[in-house]
């Protein structure tokens, strides 16, 4: 097929991928924003969400049972999380707390194969993973009718997000948090409600990327991986940015596409696991707290 | 007292009893019955592996919970220990070491499931007296035992794994001189697992005048849009395929389903073809191809005695009893049935019967080797695994894979037990390999009647 | 009454001036090294080989990462990456410059590591914090691809791993695990001295500087520049001569592999358990690490033995290793370091309570 064609087939594909990461990028950053903690534990916990859920339903829980189940269940992992992790390190420095995420994605991973076992499942989801045909038609390009779902459902999160975000009262409660905790309590926002519904909305969006990325490559333990795609994607896009989300996971995924298909041929492929990283790098250079990310303002 | 004194009094005392404890384990003397053979068993139960570990050491430890069953060996009962090595090759040198002694006993085979255990374990072999049992994985020049005497392969290794596929291709392409010309992709792990066959490909390459093309995919490789699209763009005949871990594996079979590409023309390596790897993918599996050094299935008589006499009294290993049969079950099975005929030798050879054997002696014992049809028939797994014969110089299995293809619940295997077309040449691979680490480590061959 | 400082009198700029300013400490020190000397003729193979060498190995590479994130307050997460430099470098080294002594290509490899330390610690000098941290994960992968990629690394070897050559010094080789220990304890007691001394001098006391607060320390007259780069030289030379002890005193056999980003976050651990910005904190922290899995696993081995499904006991035991952790973090976060001060504080006053 002609090469440009080729070259829009990839880009696309790229883009698509680069929504999935967004998605699980999204995880980090509504923990980041209204905790300022960078949860290690996100990619843990994408797979112990949809661990989860396929585990309920081969109980024999039916789909739209399952997934309220699970929903509560990543509600309660994400509040026992803040009770029993965050709490006690609330003052603590930025350091130790990515520790102890890291701690936790441990015992999260650990806690998944003690519950459900180690073997590998698939997932469903009624949507094919297969070209669309008549985009097949039209312009021989393929673009898998899972992965417009999939970016559909990142964009729809992403909106919605950023909606409550800006506009709700819960949001702003969330952004007084990230802002200054004392100055919060001070004016009577409800902290500890504040952080719990933060780590449940977390939970919730870590169920919906697992799902998706489970359709797509089987539920099983490599999937607590998909986190180290995803974190290009916050350095690109800022650690505090709903919407820079969106636009740093979409470059990432084409400059990650373009690049293997393009330019890895000339070192022998495989550079997909570290370009994104460079890109993230030569980015930070440039702008040091990613696109949309808050000005970090040190004072002497 | 407060949670904080309790701890910073509570975690001193507990480290200095850890440390004791340890102490304790390392160098305690078991009493151990001098009739009991100890084995250590390094497996991967957690972790991305951790579907073909418990599978493969499932199948081993309930060999030999069955050979306890039956008498043990000619009145030797077998114990083991397990030691977690999370498929990483530090752990694996940890574990070796720890499962090295019980009591006076020293452990007289390893083996690893994978590559990169072995490599890291390979070196020590010819130290402490143990056997490297690779089964179908590891260092691939190995075969030469004059500079391996103490590593062994006995299912087949890569270079033969990927010349019979290439057989397969042909065969199915309609012979040797149709393959001019069409172009064959190598999709694989970038890592050196995934670059074994690589040599010998090329070399096939060259002489069936087809176009080899070699394509990476990073790790863990849940993402593999870029290479399917290049794969498709060059309009590839065939896809050999080289991948580890069920991330990998079923990702590479979604994924093609998505670029239309035919499962049909897929072939998939040993490790790579599983059950584990194709169920994840579900109706987009059906039609690819494996190759198996082991063959799946329950039938087999030595499966269907363990499922009544193992799992009947309960010891069963595996959690899902109804992994028993699965490939990596049965290649486990495959490799414990060699490690015991292994000892049933070297009781003979060294006029041991019904004792305890040595490292050594162990060595002599798997060296020697003979395992013809009715051996395998009198074992019970006939038809599962490949008969073959070893020797001084020669520490490889037969060579030989069945094809198989998945149809969606399970595997149907396709042929019996196919041959590499040139084993010479494979051979001659091997040695100049072997040759070149002996030259660069100041090894002096061992001379081979 | 023992640990006092009572009638210690220094008397001349140079007894001020050292390390172990007690008697007490002196006498420790030396009776400790004395006993890690002495140490292989009661201890058994297993120990030495798959304990104390690791441990002072990964002892050394924990003291780099700390000089790097605790002295210099730069979060890294590559040091696995810069591990790797070393081995392949001491493995190129010994293998295309014959008879090389041990030591020599040992430092030498050190050198390349902080040389190539220095080529990615240079973004530190605009981007700091969790984006640092993630920007050095992309070394890790880097590296690790490009010594996986290019065959020159690995002597074209067709199973894409190295062998480590034997230790070779003033013609002796070093093959015993009781050699091998001997070797890597004289290599360790050097560098953790050296470093013990450049955290207290003024070298480090500029990174504790830059660490505070760096926008002072640019004002007063520390060069940032410098100042960081050093770090990162400095600590990638120790990562990388732990790398290089790693595959040639303890592994054997390496591929680029083993030194993926779990290796980087278990230095990670060992730095942060151990204590941050303290040269004990890197051994004890070591310790730590090295042996709660062995710990947990011979505990359920011997307590549940066959009872329990193995796949159980080790989903366990990674649940209980990352609870341990989270439980330091919340009640320790100064580290074991901290709690050995306090011990030490204790010993100051007793037999009093206070």
Redesign the interface.
């Known amino acids: 097929m002609p090469d440009f064609w080729f070259f829009l087939e990839v880009l696309v594909g790229g883009l698509l991928s680069g929504t999935m990461y967004a998605l699980v990028a999204l995880g980090f950053v509504l923990i980041y924003k209204a905790s300022s903690v ?1 949860n290690f534990a996100q990619g843990a916990m994408v797979f112990f969400a949809v661990l989860s859920f396929v585990g309920f339903m081969e109980l024999g829980l039916p789909f739209w049972a399952a997934l309220p189940v699970t929903v509560g269940l990543m509600i309660l992992v994400g509040m026992g999380t803040e009770r ?2 965050l709490r ?2 609330v003052n ?5 707390l ?3 995420t ?10 998944a ?2 519950f459900w ?2 073997d590998v499942r698939r997932l469903d989801l009624g949507i094919r993973d297969e070209p669309i045909n008549w985009v097949m038609d039209k312009t021989g390009m393929l673009v898998s009718q899972l992965d417009v779902t999939a970016a559909l459902v990142a964009g729809l999160m992403v909106a919605a997000l950023a909606l409550l975000f800006s506009h709700t009262k819960v949001g702003r409660g969330l952004r007084a948090v990230a802002d200054d905790h004392a100055a919060a309590l001070s004016i009577g926002i409800p902290l500890k409600h504040i952080w719990m519904l933060v780590w449940a909305t977390a939970g919730v969006v870590a169920l919906v990327a697992g799902m998706l990325w489970g359709a797509r490559s089987g539920v099983q333990f490599a999937l607590v991986w998909v986190a ?1 795609k995803a ?2 994607v ?2 690109i896009g800022g ?1 505090t940015s709903v919407p820079g989300v969106i636009l740093a996971g979409l470059i990432v995924g084409a400059s990650e596409k373009i690049g293997e298909v393009f330019i890895g041929p000339y ?2 492929g ?2 997909e ?2 370009a994104p ?2 890109l ?2 030569l980015f ?2 440039i702008r ?3 696109l949309f990310g808050e000005k ?1 303002i ?1 004072r ?1 | 007292m407060s ?2 004194k309790i ?2 009094r509570v ?2 005392a507990i ?1 200095a009893a ?2 004791i ?3 304790a ?3 305690a003397a078991t009493a151990q019955e001098a009739q009991e053979q100890y084995f250590g068993i390094p ?1 991967s ?2 972790g991305p592996y ?1 579907a073909m570990g ?1 599978g493969y050491y499932g199948g081993i430890i309930d060999y030999l919970n069955y050979v306890n069953m039956k008498g043990g060996v000619n009145g030797v009962k077998l114990t083991y ?4 090595t ?1 498929y ?4 694996t ?2 574990c070796y ?2 499962l ?2 019980k009591g006076d006993q020293k452990m007289v085979v390893f083996d690893t499931l994978g ?2 255990g072995a ?2 374990v ?3 072999m010819a130290q402490d007296h143990v056997v490297l049992a690779q089964y179908g994985y590891g ?3 190995a075969a030469d035992g004059r500079v391996w005497p103490w590593v062994f392969n006995a299912a087949g290794h890569y270079w033969g794994q990927i010349a019979v596929k290439m057989n397969f291709i042909a065969q199915k392409e309609g012979g040797v001189d149709k393959m001019k010309g069409k172009t064959v992709v190598h999709l694989h792990i ?4 995934g ?2 066959p690589l ?1 010998a490909m090329r070399q096939i390459a060259k002489e069936w005048d087809f176009k080899l093309i070699e394509i990476a995919i ?2 863990p490789g849940l993402e593999q849009q870029s290479q399917w699209l290049q794969i498709r763009r060059e309009k590839a005949d065939w896809v050999t395929f080289w991948g580890a871990g069920s991330g990998m594996n079923s990702t590479a079979i979604t994924t093609a389903a998505r670029v239309g590409f035919p499962r049909e023309k897929m072939i998939y390596v040993t490790f790579g073809g599983a059950e584990e790897d194709m169920i994840p993918a579900g109706d987009a599996a059906k039609g690819t191809f494996v190759a198996a050094n082991a063959a799946p299935g329950r039938d087999y008589p030595l499966i269907a005695d363990i499922l009544k006499v193992v799992y009947g009294a309960g010891k069963g ?1 595996m ?1 899902n009893p109804d992994r028993v049969g699965t490939v990596y079950y049965n290649r486990g099975v495959g490799a414990a049935a060699m490690w015991i005929e292994a000892l049933k030798n070297a009781q003979r050879i060294h006029n041991k019967v019904g004792k305890t054997v040595n490292g050594d002696e162990f060595r002599d014992g798997y060296e020697a080797l003979d395992i013809t049809d009715d051996k395998l028939k009198e074992i019970g797994i006939l038809g599962m695994s490949a008969p073959f014969k070893m020797s001084c110089a020669k520490h490889d299995g037969s060579e030989r894979f069945k094809m198989m293809q998945w149809d969606g619940k399970k595997f149907q295997i396709l042929t019996d037990w196919v041959a590499a077309p040139d084993p010479a040449f494979i051979r001659k691979l091997i040695e100049e ?1 072997a040759a070149k ?1 002996a030259a ?2 100041n090894i002096t061959p061992r001379t081979c009647s | 009454m023992l640990y006092r400082e009572a009638g210690q009198f220094r008397t001349s700029y140079a007894q001020d001036s050292q390390i172990f300013p007690l008697r007490q400490d002196r006498i420790g020190i030396a009776i400790l090294l004395i006993a890690a000397v002495m140490l292989p003729f009661v201890a ?4 030495l ?3 104390l060498i ?1 441990w002072l190995v990964l002892s050394l590479v924990a003291l780099g990462q700390n000089i790097l ?1 605790g002295y210099a307050g730069q ?1 890294s997460l590559g040091s696995a990456g810069f591990m790797a430099v070393g081995a392949f470098a001491c493995y190129n080294l010994i293998l295309r410059i014959d008879g090389i002594p041990f030591v020599v290509a040992v430092a030498l490899s050190g050198v390349c590591a902080a040389l190539v330390g220095i080529v990615f610690g240079l ?1 530190s000098l ?6 640092l ?3 050095t ?2 070394s890790q ?2 590296i690790v ?1 490009a010594l ?2 290019f065959g020159w690394f690995k ?1 074209y ?5 190295i ?1 480590a ?1 034997p230790i070779v010094m003033f013609g002796h080789n070093f093959a015993t695990p009781r050699e091998k220990y001997w070797v890597v304890l004289a290599i360790v007691a050097v560098l953790a001295l050296l470093a013990k001394n450049m955290a207290r001098g003024s070298v480090g006391r500029g990174w504790m500087a830059v660490r505070d ?1 760096d ?2 320390a640019e ?1 007063m007259g520390f060069s940032l520049l410098r100042t960081k780069l050093q770090a990162f030289a400095i600590s990638s030379f120790y990562c990388g001569v732990g790398g290089a002890l790693f595959a040639f005193a ?6 680029p ?2 030194f993926g ?3 980087s ?1 278990r230095i ?2 060992m730095v ?1 358990i151990g204590g ?1 910005g303290t040269i004990m904190g890197s051994f004890l922290g070591a310790g ?1 690490i090295l ?5 947990l ?3 359920f ?2 307590v549940f033995g066959k009872a329990v ?19 330091f ?5 100064l580290g074991l370091a901290r ?1 050995w001060q ?2 030490k504080e204790r010993l100051r006053l007793w037999p009093f309570k206070h």
């Open positions: 960078f029993f992790v006690p390190l603590q420095s930025e350091d130790t990515l520790m102890a890291i701690g936790l994605a441990f015992v999260i991973e650990g806690v194969q003690l076992g180690v180290l974190l290009p916050l350095i650690f070192f022998g495989g550079i696991g570290w990283y460079m993230a790098v930070l250079l040091p707290e990613g970090i040190r002497v | 949670t904080d701890f910073r975690v001193p480290s850890a440390f404890a340890i102490a384990a390392s160098t497996s139960r957690v951790s418990t220990d397990e030691c977690e999370e990483n090759a530090a752990r040198v940890e070491q720890r090295l002694n590559t990169p490599y890291a390979i070196g020590r260092r691939t020049d970038d890592t050196a697992y670059r074994e040599p990073p790790p290993n959690q390999s680490y660069e480590n | 058994n193979s297993y120990w080989s798959a304990i690791p994130m979060l973004p605009r981007i700091r914090g969790l984006y941290a993630v920007a994960l992309a992968f880097f691809w996986d990629k002597n070897d067709p199973a894409g791993v062998t050559q607060m926008v002072a004002v303890y592994l054997q056999t390496v591929e592999s083993a980003i779990d290796l976050f990670l651990f942060i941050l730590f042996l709660m899995p062995i710990f696993n011979i505990f081995h011997t499904d193995a796949t159980i006991t080790s989903a366990l035991e990674q649940v209980i290793f990352g609870v341990m952790i989270i439980m973090l919340i009640f320790e976060p709690l306090l011990t």
